[in-house]
Nanobody, 112 residues
Framework: QVQVAESGGGLVQPGGSLRLSCAVSIGIFSFKPMYWYRQAPGEQRELVASINSGGSTNYADSVKGRFTISRDNAKRMVYLQMNSLKPEDTAVYYC??????WGKGTLVTVSS
């Protein structure tokens, strides 16, 4: 059974940084695209960033220039480095493997 587990969320002040991590137990991890989504209270879940097997990345307009997605295939890990955080980045962040498997999410709160 595939397991996806996020970590690294927490409370941070506006302008601060956080690094989210996602551990994935999936076969042939290096061939799978990986995604970070987020869901703010009362909002729909939205795609934040993606990275394919070749390392190409895409970002939502709202996070371009501030967030960076990366992967370590040897460790089966995906990361989301979040800089210059804003209160509107407050959400539960979810890791998705291969467009199919979801983690339980990690809460990021940006507040002074």
């Amino acid at each position: 059974q595939v397991q996806v587990a996020e970590s690294g969320g927490g409370l941070v002040q506006p302008g601060g940084s956080l690094r989210l991590s996602c551990a994935v137990s999936i076969g042939i991890f290096s061939f799978k695209p990986m995604y970070w989504y987020r869901q703010a209270p009362g909002e729909q879940r939205e795609l934040v960033a993606s990275i394919n097997s070749g390392g190409s990345t895409n970002y939502a307009d709202s996070v371009k220039g501030r967030f960076t997605i990366s992967r370590d295939n040897a460790k089966r890990m995906v990361y989301l480095q979040m800089n210059s955080l804003k209160p509107e980045d407050t959400a539960v962040y979810y890791c998705n493997a291969a467009g199919i498997y979801w983690g339980k999410g990690t809460l990021v709160t940006v507040s002074s």
